[in-house]
């Protein structure tokens, strides 16, 4: 480990790029508490907004069911991530290439795209288009990236770990839950965290695959903001980026309480 | 071992179950038999008082989906969506449903509230006899300025391209409107769909650069509020807006012509519960709840009971409605405008011309 001291510019420029990001985030949260409804300069300070929030029949909806769709989605699409990358890492079979091409086709195609034929097969298969329509689709696109994010973890795992373990005794499953999975679990993590985020955020494929009653907060708020943006957007912002920092925290300290 | 793996794959399960399974609703009243009504409308559209009435009515729980443009809508119920019970297109969106076969004829006779409509404002061109639509906001798009802050006060659209408002003009990012106002300038029609036409609209609209501060769409009212913009193309909503918050914005229908627009209620094909709708449709057409809208959204209600219900019932809010010309535009106004219509394949050139233009 170096004994330098930070020099100063690298300090300076890394407080310059912490603001670049942060500042308008906090000018966002500052101004929810704006009594502006136009929310062009500051008027005076208010907590109404929160209270027109949380009697916002849609928007409490809407959160509900992303949260519902994120939570199903990233669960069902990490496993099956995982286990597309283990296959890939483990195997070779005819096919080899193609398969892991077309597994990466979600991350390179246009939304739109994506989101259209989904809606199309939903309409061929006479699906009910609601929420368990965007929770497939979530999952569709949410595979290669939990995929992607595993492999590279695998990519400097021996397989002969896992062969010893047998030689050992233990059989597959044992091999897998007490062997491979604790070693590619930081890799599993962060591909569940990147399904999780991608399935809050996603606009386009879930506008296609909605139907009437599940709408989700992406939907919400891009709506509301092409009206009028009036500081209930701030107002719900701000408790979304507040309660992601939370969530986040709690995992950084657990995860250094661990080492 | 294997308890422990059939609970954790029974939770999900019964999560997805719980999350799509209907929640028990009371029997509808009012002799209905649907007990939900999927909207998928614009939002910040439907004031939800409106929704809360109708549902303390008829027992009817309204599901109130949105989206953003007309276009999103058209993308989605052409790719084959349903469920939606009633949507709210644009005239032109309207002429361009039915030409695909999306919408389903209204049953008139379970809407008596038909006739508080103001009689000019029914019977348009993309729905004669009104089987299909029932009209919901109406409105203008036309040219609105600061008073004090303008150089001077524009009276055409030409005036625009005057050097004086260098940097200084919102427009709406519309590939219609704006080739349209140059259309108009130029002295054509604004639904032209001669290529040579919108090619000279173009080379216009080029020269309009160097006074174009900004494309909005959704809030064009906020550059005139603060004083970034002196003047701009945009919907009587945002200037209505503007104007309540500063005087001084001025809406007017320029020499050359300006836009007119309608919302309407509509009814999509195979639409599950249309019992529900019609009433919907109805209720909504009651002055007391139609005025309901007026006073959250400043758009034009083409309900004349409305309006006769706000004038006892709210004066001050009627003299601010009927004084201002995003609201209530005078004759002279409404004479000069010209609704956009459906331009078929020309649209592709409408698209290019956009393209190239904020390209260039």
Not at chain 1, 236 to 246: D, E, H, N, R
Not at chain 2, 25 to 50: I, K
Not at chain 2, 252 to 259: L, R, T, V
Request: some cysteine.
């Amino acid at each position: 480990m170096s004994e330098k001291k930070l020099p100063i510019w690298l300090r300076a420029y890394g407080l310059a790029a912490y603001l670049y990001i942060y500042v308008p985030i906090l000018i966002l949260m500052v101004f929810s508490f704006n009594t502006m409804k136009l929310n062009i300069r500051w008027e005076g300070f208010t907590f109404r907004w929160y209270g027109v929030l949380f009697n916002d029949q849609q928007v409490i909806l809407a959160t509900r069911n992303t949260l519902i769709i994120a939570a199903l989605s990233t669960l069902v699409a990490t496993i099956l991530g995982t286990m597309a990358a283990l296959a890939l890492h483990r195997y070779r079979f005819p096919g080899y290439n193609v398969s892991e091409t077309v597994m990466y086709i979600p991350i390179v195609i246009p939304e739109v795209i994506m989101g259209i034929s989904l809606l199309v097969l939903f309409v061929i298969l006479k699906f009910q288009l609601g929420l368990l329509t965007i929770i497939l689709a979530h999952i569709a696109f949410n595979i290669p990236f939990v995929a992607l994010v595993v492999r590279a973890r695998l990519h400097g795992y021996d397989n002969a770990i896992d062969e010893a373990a047998m030689d050992l005794g233990a059989n597959e499953l044992t091999t897998f839950r007490r062997v491979t999975l604790p070693t590619i679990m930081p890799g599993v993590l962060s591909g569940a965290l990147l399904a999780f985020t991608l399935s809050l955020d996603d606009y386009v494929i879930t506008y296609f695959t909605a139907g009437p009653g599940s709408t989700t907060l992406p939907l919400r708020v891009f709506s509301m903001v092409r009206f009028m943006v009036t500081p209930e957007v701030n107002a719900l912002s701000t408790i979304w980026v507040v309660a992601v920092f939370l969530v986040l925290l709690a995992g950084q300290i657990a995860q250094s309480r661990r080492t | 071992m294997k308890l422990k793996r059939l609970v954790s794959t029974l939770i999900p399960a019964l999560l997805l179950l719980a999350a799509c399974a209907p929640a028990a609703r009371p029997p509808a009243a009012s002799g209905l038999t649907s007990t939900e009504l999927n909207l998928y409308a614009w939002s910040e559209y439907v004031p939800q008082q409106l929704l809360d009435d109708f549902t303390a009515k008829y027992g009817v729980k309204v599901n109130y989906d949105t989206y953003s443009s007309n276009e999103e809508m058209l993308a989605k119920l052409q790719a084959g969506a349903s469920g939606y019970d009633l949507v709210i297109p644009s005239d032109y969106m309207v002429a361009v449903m039915l030409k695909l076969g999306l919408l389903d004829p209204l049953n008139m006779t379970q809407i008596p509230n038909f006739g508080n409509i103001d009689r000019q404002f029914a019977d348009q061109y993309y729905d004669p006899g009104n089987k299909y639509t029932v009209p919901y906001m109406w409105g203008t798009t036309a040219l609105a300025y600061h008073k004090t802050n303008a150089p001077f006060e524009p009276k055409s659209w030409a005036d625009l391209w005057d050097p004086a408002f260098e940097n200084k003009l919102v427009l709406l990012d519309d590939s219609r409107e704006v080739p349209g106002m140059a259309l108009q300038v130029l002295g054509f029609d604004k639904n032209s769909t001669s290529a040579d036409e919108l090619e000279q609209a173009k080379h216009k609209l080029v020269e309009l650069k160097p006074n174009i501060l900004l494309f909005n769409s959704d809030d064009p009212e906020t550059a005139l509020i603060t004083g970034e913009a002196w003047a701009g193309l945009m919907w009587n909503g945002n200037a209505a807006l503007g104007h309540a918050e500063d005087e001084n914005i001025m809406y007017i229908c320029p020499e050359e012509g300006c836009g007119l627009w309608f919302d309407n209620l509509s009814m999509p094909k195979g639409a599950p519960h249309p019992d529900a709708a019609m009433a919907f449709i109805n209720f909504m057409l009651e002055p007391a709840e139609s005025i309901l809208i007026t006073g959250e959204f400043p758009y034009s209600n083409p309900n004349a009971a409305a309006l006769e219900y706000l004038k006892t019932s709210d004066p001050d809010a009627y003299a601010v409605y009927m004084g201002f010309s995003a609201t209530n535009p005078p004759p002279e106004f409404i004479s000069k405008t010209t609704a956009l219509k459906d331009v078929g394949d020309a649209t592709t050139l409408y698209d290019q011309l956009w393209t190239n233009f904020k390209g260039e």
